[in-house]
């Protein structure tokens, strides 16, 4: 079983990637519908409002937070190579820093950044948004599900 300071940084892990894939969840299966169904121009407002202080410290705090966690817990993984759960601790931190961190960075912080463009009450917000809701959404759901499988691997190294 791991002990010592890889089960302490381990169990930091688990919280905060089930932490951020909660917050994913939420937002795939109950926000964006909900914002789905208003008019564009309100749908485009409210998406902008919540994006703001979505990048404020406790937010990201669990977010970046627990991607550095990741990142350096996995390169010394990878590089001690410990006798149990480093399997279990390198698919965690490859799912969390990939499918969360990094598909943050390619897909929905482009996205966001378009709609914080755009007049909310203008001809292209009202083309974009749906498009924005479907994209964003469905990159959305590989996030909540890589951060998610990374809580999972990681609680598999404990066991």
Not at 26 to 31: D, G, K, L, M
């Amino acid at each position: 079983m791991i002990d010592g300071p890889y089960f302490a940084l381990t169990v930091l892990r688990v919280l905060g990637t089930g932490l951020t894939a909660g917050v994913f969840c939420a937002f795939s299966t109950f926000v964006m519908r909900g914002l789905a169904t208003l008019p564009p121009a309100q749908g485009v407002a409210a998406m902008r409002a919540v994006n703001v202080p979505a990048v404020r410290p406790a937010f990201m705090l669990l977010f970046l937070g627990t991607a550095v966690l990741c990142a350096v817990v996995t390169v010394v993984t990878f590089v001690l190579w410990p006798d149990e759960g480093a399997v279990e601790m390198l698919v965690g931190g490859v799912l969390y820093l990939a499918g969360s961190s990094g598909l943050t960075v390619v897909a929905n912080i482009p996205r966001n950044e378009a709609l914080a463009r755009l007049e909310p009450d203008g001809p292209e917000a009202v083309a974009y948004w749906p498009v924005y809701v479907r994209e964003w959404t469905a990159w959305n759901h590989v996030r909540a599900l890589a951060s998610a499988g990374a809580a999972v691997a990681y609680l598999l190294a404990l066991v």
